[in-house]
């Protein structure tokens, strides 16, 4: 656990984690802004690398930092705990105000985590949790929420 937060935590190895296994986030310029046990808060601005047509952030790029800011907390506990896969199985986004500026992603659903892993390890089979991360704009305004459904299984 310790590991993998101090890699995410600093600029120099994220970037070289980005760039080897999640390419699309090193490109749009995603940073993580804090990360722990307990919630991961991922920055994403606009740029020329993630605009669209309309002056504002793709919605893909937005997908990509609200995935991470929960998919960090799950690979988190996921390295800790060991002989889990991990998976999305479901999508679902709220897109409530044109994405401009820096958007901050955070997700605070640790806890939940944290307990579904403890269930995963007494059932002994698979779970699907489902995580949500919320992006404000600098003036604190949601711009977007998503949800995402985990799929758990023990190897």
């Known amino acids: ?10 600029r120099f190895w994220f970037f070289l984690f980005t760039l080897k296994k999640l390419p ?35 919605f893909s790029a937005l997908s990509g930092a609200g995935e991470l800011s929960t998919g960090l907390l799950v690979q988190n506990k996921v390295n800790e705990v060991g002989h889990t896969s991990m998976l999305v199985i479901k999508a679902e986004s709220h897109f409530l105000k044109k994405a401009t500026g820096n958007i901050l992603f955070t997700c605070e659903e640790g806890d939940k985590v944290n307990d579904a892993f403890q269930s995963l390890r007494k059932s ?18 949601e711009v977007a929420n998503f949800s995402f459904t985990w799929a758990l299984k023990k190897r």
């Open 1 to 10: 656990m310790k590991k993998l937060a101090f890699k995410v935590n600093n």
């Open 24 to 58: 699309s986030l090193w490109f749009w310029g995603v940073r993580v802004i804090q990360c722990n046990e307990k919630s991961c808060s991922i920055k994403i601005g606009y740029s020329w690398f993630t605009k669209n047509p309309f002056k504002s952030i793709y």
């Open 124 to 141: 002994g089979d698979s779970l699907y949790l489902v995580l949500h991360s919320k992006g404000y704009n600098e003036d604190g305004v």
